[in-house]
Each structure stands twice: as structure tokens, then as C-alpha cells.
């Protein structure tokens, strides 16, 4: 079956140090977008890319960085600029459609980031 | 900028009450229209969409319906079940490929 996997489901680090988190989508998309979710927030965009070695910052994108070296795979990169990185971090993908939207969001089921 | 906002939660209702969770927007020119449901634990998945106004999403007994004239895409459905509970997000295709959310409505079905 086609789908999205981020792993692992729950990771642990201590502040300072850097850590990636993994996405994978075997559904041949070609834009791929990383949001985070805090409790009451809704999701916010982090980094998004439409075609592989591109990418562009969405709302939130200080603090982390992403690579696009594979159509099929974006991992986002949490570094320890990021205040305050503890989140759920959700992974989507969709099909390009130019320039207006209005392909659904494939998404992943998430990855828990505790840093302490 | 675009916008969404919806009902805050959380939403507490007996099984086999009617739902109404309110959602408005505000955007330029005329986005698609989303609701995705997400349960605990889990990512979120696409519920209905509409493309343009007057449109009507459904599925599994949710409806929303795309309202230029008031910008809002209320999502309804008639009999809810205990597996219904989750968060519910209404959103936006912004422009250059961009989803915007609303903040998410939690919803609880007790039997």
C-alpha cells in the first residue's frame, strides 16, 4: 500500500543537539511539507518543497532545516537554534498542481519530539 | 493574509446527537475547502472537500458546504458515534501550494 512513514513515533534528545527526523512517501509525489502541532495551535508549516532540490521556508522554519536530494524523501533537520522543539511533527505529501491548490494532504502518522 | 478559524472545543456530545462544528475563512479569490480528521495518536486524514461555492462535501455521514456568500464551510453530520471522537481541522488551499489550518476542534462522544 501506498503511503507515508515517519519514524520513529517517539524520539528523545537533550537540548543542544541536533536531531532528524525521517519521511518517506512511496506515493510519487512531487510536493512534500513538514508541519508542527502543539496543543491548540493547529498545524503550522515549517518547510515545504515541490520538486526535489527545491524547497521554500513556510511560517515557522527558524531553528531547522530540510534536504530534498530524493523525490521520495524530505527529513527535517530540528537544530538546537529551535527555542522551544518539543512537538508532534507531521509529515504530508501531494501531487503538484501548479500554482493553486487543491489536491488533499497526504500525511504521516507523526513524529513526538521531547527534548529535555 | 489567508485565514481560518473554527469553533473552539472542546465539544462534548451524548451518541446520536446532531454536530455542528463552525469554521469561516478568510482568503483571496476562491480557495478549496477541507475538513481532516485526526484520531489520537495519529496523523490527519482528509474527511470531505469542496472546490468551488455552492460545492458539497460528504463522507461517512459528514457534510460541509462551500458558502462564498457568508465564507464559512460548517462541518455537520445528523448522528454522531463514540467513534467519531477526534480533532477536526478545517483548512485552506492557499496559494503556491500551501494548506492553512484552523486551530482544530476536539470532539467527544460519550454513549
Known amino acids: 500500500d501506498g503511503g507515508i512513514t515517519q519514524s520513529p513515533k517517539y524520539l528523545f534528545r537533550k537540548e543542544g543537539q541536533n536531531v532528524t527526523l525521517s519521511c518517506e512517501q512511496n506515493l510519487n509525489h512531487d510536493a512534500m511539507y513538514w508541519y508542527r502541532q502543539d496543543p491548540g495551535q493547529g498545524l503550522r508549516l515549517i518547510y515545504y518543497?515541490?520538486?526535489?532540490?527545491?524547497?521554500q521556508k513556510g511560517d515557522i522554519a527558524e531553528g531547522y532545516s530540510v534536504s530534498r536530494e530524493k523525490k521520495e524523501s524530505f527529513p527535517l533537520t530540528v537544530t538546537s537554534a529551535q527555542k522551544n522543539p518539543t512537538a508532534f511533527y507531521l509529515c504530508a505529501s501531494s501531487p503538484r498542481e501548479g500554482r493553486s491548490y487543491n489536491s488533499p494532504l497526504h500525511f504521516g502518522n507523526g513524529t513526538r519530539l521531547t527534548v529535555t | 493574509g489567508d485565514s481560518v478559524t473554527q469553533m473552539e472545543g472542546p465539544v462534548t456530545l451524548s451518541e446520536e446527537a446532531f454536530l455542528t462544528i463552525n469554521c469561516t475563512y478568510t482568503a483571496t479569490g476562491y480557495p478549496s475547502l477541507f475538513w481532516y480528521v485526526q484520531y489520537p495518536g495519529e496523523g490527519l486524514q482528509l474527511l470531505l472537500k469542496a472546490t468551488k461555492a455552492d460545492d458539497k462535501g460528504s463522507n461517512k455521514g459528514f457534510e460541509a458546504t462551500y458558502r462564498k456568500e457568508t465564507t464559512s464551510f460548517h462541518l455537520e453530520k445528523g448522528s454522531v458515534q463514540v467513534s467519531d471522537s477526534a480533532v477536526y481541522f478545517c483548512a485552506l488551499g492557499g496559494q503556491g501550494g500551501k494548506l492553512i489550518f484552523g486551530q482544530g476542534t476536539e470532539l467527544s462522544v460519550k454513549p
Open positions: 518543497s515541490q520538486i526535489v532540490n527545491d524547497f
